[in-house]
């Protein structure tokens, strides 16, 4: 059994920084792509920055710049540091996990946290 867990969510004033986590657990054999994707009402689901074990990293535009992903390899653990956040990054955060589980680890499979509310007001 595979779990994601986010956490790090909440409200901040515009021009403020939040930091999200995600950690994954269970029977895992390896984790390949690691990423956060986002969804505001009445949008569809969009990627926001994704990162591969060995580092490799990209992101969306609109957040180029203010945001940085990163992982912990050991911990099963993907980071995004949001700053100079905006009233329209206001969204659930998703964190993503392309992963291989121990019974079946010929295959990539994706699992998917529960998600984090970000809202960014004054």
């Known amino acids: 059994q595979v779990q994601v867990v986010e956490s790090g969510g909440g409200l901040v004033q515009p021009g403020g920084s939040l930091r999200l986590s995600c950690a994954a657990s269970g029977s895992i054999f390896s984790i390949n792509t690691m990423g956060w994707y986002r969804q505001a009402p009445g949008k569809e689901r969009e990627l926001v920055a994704a990162?591969?074990?060995?580092?490799?990293?990209n992101y969306a535009d609109s957040v180029k710049g203010r945001f940085t992903i990163s992982r912990d390899n050991a911990k099963n653990t993907v980071y995004l540091q949001m700053n100079s956040l905006k009233p329209e990054d206001t969204a659930v955060y998703y964190c993503?996990?392309?992963?291989?589980?121990?019974?079946?680890?010929?295959?990539?499979?994706?699992?998917w946290g529960q998600g984090t509310q970000v809202t960014v007001s004054s």
């Open positions: 990162i591969t074990r060995g580092g490799s990293t």
């Open positions: 993503n996990a392309e992963l291989r589980e121990l019974r079946h680890y010929f295959n990539n499979l994706d699992y």
